[in-house]
């Protein structure tokens, strides 16, 4: 018995689709999903073996977007590192700047400003709503809600990133953190653009519910699809919304209490299944969430400098030692590793990238479902090759 | 009733696409390059050598090639040769000035920190980014003639900062003025005796008459 | 939360054979971590994961780190006998001693049950040529799986025990390890000649009539 006598496909297969013969399971089908494709989320290759339609297995291979950045980092100064942080999770770039000043701050002991702090978690929790509205964009389109969900985040995204680019230049490599506080200040009618984004967002996000949340054919293709126990998630390393879906109550803001989010009064959204639909709604909760920690840094933020005026801009050298600093980014604990033997370059330069990390249970959450799932549990995921490759 | 979130959704994407119709808040496309946004004050593309006038760039360029931006800038796209002469700038001081500084800007990633680590504000982010080029190498390099900008231009594209900058640069130069003036005035009251105690008594040039103070 | 010196003490009652040392960390963060034997690392790992005090049950991240050879000079006085029958004088004496590189993988831990972290395993690699192995943690903490197999395409650490050990950035027929500082890249493949000196000399030899204007004005810098 040959391939094209039991083949389903019309066409012999092509270079990057094999059959594989096995004695026991019939006629496995190895197919390569990327790294050209639309709806991987980036140059992210899974080669996934099926049996007709269900995976019977899933290997995930990237470092197609592998850029050296920890070896850049080692031979660049901590400064200079700042622009490169912006490319790591390329959709977020004031959160990785934020991480990688925590750390930095973390090794030098710096201090920073009570203004800075409200202006970073006032950006911080920006990026965390045009992060989550992207995701249920691109959850949808990948699931073949050709463009108009997306089309609709984005148009709410361009608001964001008009008041990024009114702060720090940029719409997405913003550049904008320094250590021991911010590059420059915001203005007042800078903060009033700020608040009428704020009051705005929660009406587009129920129009954005109306849409989707209730939709028959989102639930029918998420509800049950992809179920992450707790203990799993723990013991792989998952953070952010993925871990809180699963049921786990762990938000680094509210554990490490960084910055100065002990004072925000705000609650974290839980998961009682698992599945790819309570990923996609504990998303949407953490947004009127951020709604909520935005409205009250805009109405508390103090006046005061916004940098740290010992700050040195050159010839900044942190004594020997190292640190470890985290926040909780969009996608999940976005950490820092430096190791300084005091000179102007770090000696060790390590990112502990969330997506990466995120993706080592890949193959568990889509063995037994369809192809088509595997497509809607990578969406959930939530991932960015520039994290996931660095 | 099962269909009742398609038709829900099926509604929201009407409103949309009716409410595109009236108004900009469903519809958000800018007709480019018919129309064009209006950028922030603060968006940066890539830098530009500002000088006084726009008569004599290479003259009155602010740049002294101290070489910080160039040892800052994080993907090292910057390339400058300091001049052999001097020559005077703006002010009338003697002044180096770079002979070559080139910024490849396919290289450049525009982030900043030459502009922020500059101590003569000599190189300023500008907002031009309609400079596409058929040439990967040579129509993306860009030397100092074409990089150097009046600091009118600079007013134009960066009002606030343009002031700040003025007006720092405008007290610099008074402080400095003034602290002539006082070292000329104490240069011309009657000298108190001994020498001033940090000389060893092994240099007797710095004893030396220093030349003619500049006239105020 | 213990202090690093607490959780050894409470390492050693359960497993007295194991290697376990506290290594400081100056600097400002204090974030001091514990030096672990390769031979017990695993049983440690697990101790520390299931012990109810602790209950590190979350590994968040797992770092390479490459440390050259390295020349320590130590200052000591002595005091030596004055040859002309005065009294003792001190002198001061610099030994030079050489301390071989080694590879080295730093865990940080976290407990999501306690809420409480980070604490800092290191381990260490005999050289950085032929003793390389390390045993792999990841039958303890599932999160190393990924992490652990990027230090071993990185920094070509290897990691007994590990389920599926193979390159994971770099492509599967890539020869050495690019995180390691003696790492020399090479300069055949194709890129774009910057303003430079030395990498336009490079670039010359690769692109010969790239850049005549530039070539022209610019001389290698010294």
Redesign the interface.
Known sequence: MSVSDVSPLSSPPGPNVRAVHDEFHGDLLEVSMGPHHPSTHGVFRMIVTLDGETVTKLKPVFGYLHRNHEKIGENTSYLGSMPYTDRLDYLCSMTNNWAYALAVEKLSGQTVPERAEYLRIILAELTRLLNHTCLAGFLLQDSGASGTPLMYAFREREKILDLFEALSGSRMMCNYQRFGGCRADATPAWLDAARTLTDNYGGFLDEYEELLTGNEILMARTQGIGRLTAKLAIGAGITGPMLRAAGVAYDIRKVDGYGLYPRFNFRVPLGAHGDTYDRYMVRVLEMRESINILRQALRDIPDGPVMDPKAKLRGFRPKPGEAYGRIEGPKGEIGFFLISEGGPNPYRYRVRPPSFINLTILEDLCLGHSVADTVAILGSIDIVLGEVDR | M?????I??L???A??FVGSFHGTK?F?TTQYPEERTK??????NFPFLVCESADDPMGTLRCVACQ?CEK????????I?KSKDKKPDANGKMQIYPA?F???I??C?????CV??CPFDAIE?DQVFEIAATD???GL?MDRHALAKPNGYFHQIHPTQAEEVDSRLAAERLAAEKKAQAAAAAKAAPRPAPAPPAQSPGAPSAQAPKPAAPAA | METPEQIRDRILARLPGAAVAVVANPGPAAQHSLLLGAAHARDVARLLRDDPGLQLDFCSNVSGVDWLDREIVETTKITAPDPAGGPPKELEQKTKRLQPGYLEVVYHLYSVALRHGPVVLRLRTANRTDLVTLPSLTPVWRSCEFQEREVFDLFGVIFAGHPDLRRILMWDEFRDHPMRKDYVEPDDYEWEPTPHGDVLAKARRHYPAAEPAAAAKQEPKA
């Open positions: 099962l269909g009742t979130g398609l829900q959704g509604a929201v994407t409103r949309n469903r958000v950028l922030p004050e603060a968006y940066r910080i800052e800038c994080p993907p090292q796209c910057i390339y040769e070559v080139d910024i490849d396919a290289v990633m525009s982030c900043q920190i922020e680590v982010m990967r190498f040579t390099m």
